[in-house]
């Protein structure tokens, strides 16, 4: 990582950092007051969303103010960790109470086993009315299962709100604008699918109300949002640039830099290169997408709080991964378990029962499962152990502080592959686990890499202490195996005939081919890509 960029991303690393003085220990907790009657349940999700973005994690360029103000009577937790780096692995995770390792769900196998006891069938099975809004073609019901449960489920690529999503989309649109694939400016004499349908955030926010006005139940309800602002192809307003951009003319680099999925892949095989100015112009574009989110989120929070549902409502807002933006010579999400990729945001609030505060012990988004089922007083599902974590009373799971990648990426070393033939796939064709132990994080991959970092004096994790520190270093690797060896592996004769047998139609095929999730040329061979998938 050059100057320039640890410039630009190490404003929040103080109160990020494991152990930091500004955040409460769990161990002060308090009871959870017993609501009168179920509580809502609503899981606001930012697809893409790295913790260290955010203004709610001490990022200082003011990306999201809104849901920092909201997160100030909630219950922040400063280091939490996606247990996959990529959508399928890490919602399956949620969704499920189990590591990636137990569900199976990768990109090996793009699908959620039938048999496994999902939020959303476990909530509707004791009474609630289960929603879900997504413009992640991944969760689409026919796709990866993932949303299985689910009694409404409603997309932003087909339907009654394909376009209002796609007019969304469209009048973010710069007419200069030459830097990703759906800009009106882009070289497209390389084809490929051209749609507006992911950048629903306004929208999300009209469907969800629609749906809670319209619904005929008195039932407490869960539903599930997710947006995809902040995932490539990346449109922010003219407005979210200019509040985190330097001047004009960074917005003008922005305009007229490369940002397509072939450059930034191809930068991963230092195929391509990018100044300090452009990859700051880059990382900024991000921002500009955290802005327009919060926008959005926020007026939807107020909205809801207006109507009085907050009050008895647990709002969990997180996201299923990072983005890396550069660091480590990489972009997108793939080929890591750095924290760029999996130190999320976490933040539950429910008015009506919690206080806020902050919370610094590791915690995992796959126990978002067991706390909900606990605070929402339901049984427990029959085939997930909701006793291994609650993370709102201070019992977090002992998975907590792992990540791990099941699969390798295919897909992203074909498409450079074919812009730049002889490359060795070697260095790409591996596995990662990373585990969090103390002030220290352990990275270990199948072709035998190791790394230590110290994430208090080191965030970013440029300096590598596993050399210098062996001791250290085998003590970690050894609570790591001595952890893994306690996951069930993932039981192949549980599937059911049919499972994982997927027909994409037109509309759902364009939307996973622009964001990265299938190759045309691929689709055939199963292909997928998690460095790219949300």
């Known amino acids: 990582m050059n100057n320039t960029q640890k410039a630009l991303i190490g404003g929040g690393a103080a109160l990020l950092a494991i152990g930091g003085v500004a955040a409460t220990m769990m161990g002060d907790l308090g009871a959870v007051v017993e609501p009168k009657e179920p509580p809502n349940v609503l899981i606001i999700l930012w697809d893409t969303t790295r913790s260290d973005r955010l203004d709610i994690y001490g990022y200082d360029l003011g990306t999201t103010p809104r849901m920092a103000k909201w997160a ?5 937790f400063e280091n939490a960790i996606s247990p996959g780096m990529w959508t399928v692995p890490s919602h399956a995770s949620m969704f499920t109470g189990k590591p990636p390792t137990t569900h199976g769900a990768n990109i090996d196998w793009r699908w959620l086993d039938n048999h496994h ?16 809004f997504s413009a992640n073609p991944n969760l689409s019901p026919s796709r990866v299962n993932l949303l299985q449960g689910f009694d409404t489920i409603e997309t932003s690529w087909k339907g009654k709100w394909k376009r209002p999503v796609a007019r969304n989309g469209q009048k973010k649109l710069i007419k200069k604008d030459k830097s990703t694939e759906i800009s009106p400016a882009f070289d497209r004499s390389a084809g490929g699918p051209r749609t507006f349908s992911y950048n629903a955030a306004p929208v999300t926010h009209q469907a969800f109300t629609e749906w809670l006005d319209t619904r005929e139940s008195e039932q407490p309800f869960l539903a599930y949002l997710s947006y995809m602002e902040a995932h490539k192809p990346r449109v922010p307003t003219i407005a979210a640039r200019r ?3 330097t001047d004009d003319d960074e917005i003008r680099l922005q305009l007229a830099t490369d940002l397509s999925f072939n450059s930034q892949l191809s930068y991963g095989y230092d195929k391509v290169r990018y100044t300090d100015e452009e990859l700051v112009a880059i990382n900024h574009v991000y921002d500009a997408c955290l802005v327009d989110l919060d926008e959005a989120t926020g007026n939807m929070l107020d909205d809801l709080e207006q109507r009085g549902v907050l009050e008895n409502t647990i709002v969990v807002f997180t996201s299923d991964h990072g983005e890396l933006l550069g660091e480590h ?19 539950v609030s429910w008015p009506a029962s919690l206080k ?3 919370v610094t012990e590791p915690v995992s988004n796959m126990d978002t499962y067991n706390t909900l089922v606990e605070l929402a007083g339901l049984p427990s599902p029959p085939d997930v152990d909701t006793s291994r974590g609650n993370y709102i009373e201070g019992k977090p799971g002992n998975y907590g502080a792992f990540s791990e990648s099941t699969s390798v990426d295919p897909l992203g070393f074909s498409r450079v592959a074919k812009l730049f033939p002889g490359l060795d796939i070697d260095p790409w064709n591996r596995k990662f686990r990373a585990l969090v132990d103390g002030n220290y994080k352990l990275i270990t991959d199948t072709l035998g890499g190791v790394e230590l970092y110290d994430l208090v004096k080191d965030h970013n994790e440029v300096h590598n202490l596993a050399e210098a520190e062996p001791n250290r270093t085998a003590e970690m690797q050894a609570k790591m195996d001595e952890l893994t060896g306690t996951f069930p592996a993932y039981n192949e004769g549980l599937r059911e005939d049919g499972e994982g047998e997927v027909e994409d139609d037109a509309a759902t095929k364009a939307q996973l081919e622009l964001l990265g999730y299938i190759d045309d040329e691929e689709e055939d061979e199963e292909a997928g890509d998690p460095m790219m998938a949300p």
């Open 356 to 358: 806020g505060r902050r």
């Open 72 to 76: 100030e009577n909630a219950v922040v």
């Open 243 to 245: 509040r985190v951009s």
């Open 329 to 347: 010579q990489l972009f997108g999400h793939r080929n890591s378990v750095y924290h760029s990729l999996v130190h999320i945001p976490l933040v």
């Open 117 to 132: 006891t999902t939020l959303g069938e476990h909530f509707g099975d004791n009474g609630y009315d289960t929603y879900a």
